[in-house]
Antibody
């Protein structure tokens, strides 16, 4: 069974750094893209970016390029989303998600993590 | 970037009703469109992909249609568990993905 297990909720102050994780199991971690999706409180879904752990090919939404860094560690089957300097506006639920397909035209997210709530407040 | 506009943003309906949600793309996306359902406090769930293919395990009362710039999600007979928020999602060959703003479906 494919599982994506995300790290726990975080409470941070503005300006602090943060790295949250998404551990994949039940499949070959290097063979599927993993994407990240933001959901601000009471708002809709926003695609942030996606990484192919096999070769670390990473694409970002223009809205998030330069604001976050997506990475993966193949050795422990874990993808990451990180910030170098958090803002209050980064307060949101963050989901990782994996498609069943690998082709660019087949990246529909069948599998989702449970979400990581990030709260940034002074 | 390709923009997706869902309509309506809010829909009130009764159990047993047939409902349709529309998603319009700012430019043609062939059939590269999916629909998700999200309930409060839960991760989204994939319902339909490639515009009209039902994801395994999803009830057949859900259906999708369309291509190019206009797409629809139809629920043929609303069940109590269908009251949720629905999102469309597009992807293109340059790995640019966007979601629609969502349609909240509530019980009348």
């Amino acid at each position: 069974e494919v599982q994506l297990v995300q790290s726990g909720a975080e409470v941070k102050k503005p300006g602090e750094s943060l790295k949250i994780s998404c551990k994949g199991s039940g499949y070959s971690f290097t063979s599927y893209w993993i994407g990240w999706v933001r959901q601000m409180p009471g708002k809709g879904l926003e695609w942030m970016g996606i990484i192919y752990p096999g070769d670390s090919d990473t694409r970002y939404s223009p809205s998030f390029q330069g604001q976050v860094t997506i990475s993966a560690d193949k050795s422990i089957s874990t993808a990451y989303l990180q910030w170098s300097s958090l803002k209050a506006s980064d307060t949101a639920m963050y989901y990782c998600a994996r498609p069943d397909g690998n082709d660019y035209g087949d990246l529909y997210f069948q599998h989702w993590g449970q979400g990581t709530l990030v709260t940034v407040s002074s | 970037d390709i923009q997706l506009t869902q309509s309506p943003s809010f829909l009130s309906a009764s159990v047993g009703d047939r409902v349709t949600i529309t998603c319009r793309a700012s430019q043609g996306i062939s059939s590269y469109l999916a629909w998700y359902q999200q309930k409060p406090g839960k991760a989204p769930k994939l319902l339909i992909y490639a515009a009209s293919t039902l994801q395994s395990g999803v009830p057949s009362r859900f259906s999708g249609s369309g291509s190019g710039t206009e797409f629809t999600l139809t629920i043929s007979s609303l069940q109590p568990e269908d009251f949720a928020t629905y999102y469309c999602q597009q992807l293109n060959s340059y790995l640019s993905i966007t979601f629609g703003q969502g349609t909240r479906l509530e019980i009348k």
